[in-house]
């Protein structure tokens, strides 16, 4: 089985409940994928991709999403 967690960050660090998540992913089991969604993530999406478990990092960078609005 496989696990999509969101990551959870400010464009630039991630928040801890995407370690917390990520961590609940492994007690399940199955292969981790984390989805970065912001503009300019690519230091969040290196961050994620350092976290032991994680198998796959898929980033969705675009300034329609640099303020995290639910519509731009």
């Not at 400010?10 to 801890?16: A, I, L, R, V, W």
């Not at 089991?29 to 290196?46: K, N, Q, R």
Request: no cysteine; glycine share 8%.
């Amino acid at each position: 089985m496989s696990i999509l967690v969101i990551a959870e960050h400010d464009n630039n660090d991630n928040k801890s409940a995407t370690l917390v998540t990520i961590a609940a992913a492994q007690a399940i089991g199955g292969d981790i994928d984390v989805l970065v969604a912001g503009s300019g993530v690519d230091g969040v999406a290196s961050q994620v991709a350092a976290v032991p478990g994680v198998n796959k990092v898929l980033v969705a960078d675009n300034a329609a999403y640099e303020h995290q609005l639910a519509e731009n």
